[in-house]
């Protein structure tokens, strides 16, 4: 999975000031088409009241358009400050069902340093989806992202 391509056109979005949502849209937009196995890809972000907002997705729509830390596989990654690879939901107690379909998620956090700024989220229906090559090509995406956070920060 080359994201290389896709980190370049982020890291110029951010360069020539691109609108912030439109350089999120855009990596969501773009990892959804990297993989046949990603049957939903999102952004949640995370607001100071402790709670992840969903931002822009590919997939069908989901009711968790608010999660708390600590619930379900986007909180507890937050809560436990650390991306996720869950290979089958189906041994989770606290899982949060976007679609009956999922067997799969990774949840990969938009972080500079310690502070935790938002989260890729991917669904498949496939068990087993993410190998260790993935997740490296979302923590790829996810760390370009971090900059234009940062970015978004020093301009508001």
Known sequence: MNVEP???ELEAAIDRHDPFEQILAR????LHTLSPRFDW????????????????????????????????VCGTAVAEKRNLNIP????????????AETRSELVVLIR???????????????VGAFDDATVGAVQRVADVLAR??????ATT
Do not use: K, M, W
């Not at 608010?66 to 379900?72: A, D, P, W």
């Not at 234009?148 to 920060?153: L, P, Q, V």
């Open 41 to 72: 890809t999102g952004i949640y972000e995370l607001f100071p009241d402790d709670v992840l907002r969903l931002g822009p997705f590919v997939g069908s729509p989901t009711d968790h358009v608010f999660i708390g830390v600590g619930r379900g």
């Open 88 to 99: 089958d939901v189906r041994e989770l107690d606290n899982y949060l069902a976007c679609s």
């Open 112 to 126: 500079t340093g310690d502070r935790i700024h938002a989260q890729i989220d991917i669904d498949s229906h496939e």
């Open 148 to 153: 234009a956070y940062t970015a978004r920060a």
């Open 27 to 30: 990596s969501v937009e773009a």
């Open 6 to 8: 896709l980190v370049r």
